[in-house]
């Protein structure tokens, strides 16, 4: 049996792909996890989320599939401040010298 071999060249899928905007996508899907992660906990229903967040019910199945092109990243933190999330953007100097400079979400 013959080992598949992979290999990992950074830490956004979306670049390793060579998906344009791929930083922008990356935080967007952890964003999307956030929110996914914080209805599941609450027991949130998507009609429910739906309400909460002004969309349609539709648009917030794609989003938690993965589609979420159609949300800016500002949209994205609204959802989590109508889910009772404060939202803190921090800026720092870069620090690691292997790591080029990155977005991230905590």
């Known amino acids: 049996m013959s080992k598949k071999k992979y290999e990992s060249v950074s830490r956004n899928v979306f670049k390793d792909l060579g998906i344009r905007n791929a930083d922008e996508h990356l935080v967007k899907a952890q964003l999307v996890f956030k ?3 914080l209805m599941k906990k609450r027991g ?32 994205l933190l609204r959802f989590l401040v109508a ?9 720092k100097p870069h620090r690691d010298s292997k790591n080029a400079p990155a977005l991230h979400v905590s």
């Open 44 to 75: 949130l229903k998507q009609i429910e989320a739906a309400d909460l967040f002004g969309i349609r019910q539709p648009d917030v199945s794609k989003m938690l599939s993965g589609d979420f092109r159609q949300f800016s990243v500002e949209r």
């Open 83 to 91: 889910l009772d999330q404060d939202v803190e953007i921090r800026v």
């Open 35 to 37: 929110i996914e992660t």
